[in-house]
Nanobody, 114 residues
């Protein structure tokens, strides 16, 4: 099992940057596929970015070129670097770890507003 603790959310102005962190504790981190999801008011939860154990990464079209997902298997942490933030990026962001089952973080609010 793994427990996930997120940090780094908050308020950012349009065009600004934030870096979200998700620290894992418990079973071996390196075997998990790690992902960031987000859910905006009135919207369904959507996959934002994902990084596999072999470090290959994928992105939603809406964030590709602006966001970067990375992982540090020593620190057992996954990151989401958000650049050129847009108001439509406003959402609760969730960290997810997946192997034979999935575990979710608590979610952290990101608000993009002037």
């Amino acid at each position: 099992q793994v427990q996930l603790v997120e940090s780094g959310g908050g308020l950012v102005q349009p065009g600004g940057s934030l870096t979200l962190s998700c620290a894992a504790a418990g079973s071996d981190f390196s075997i998990y596929t790690m992902a960031w999801y987000r859910q905006a008011p009135g919207r369904q939860r959507e996959l934002v970015a994902e990084v596999a154990p072999r470090l290959s990464a994928t992105y939603a079209d809406s964030v590709k070129g602006r966001f970067t997902v990375s992982r540090d298997n020593v620190k057992k942490t996954v990151y989401l670097q958000m650049n050129n933030s847009k108001p439509e990026d406003t959402a609760v962001y969730y960290c997810r770890a997946t192997s034979w089952r999935s575990f979710w973080g608590q979610g952290t609010q990101v608000t993009v507003s002037s």
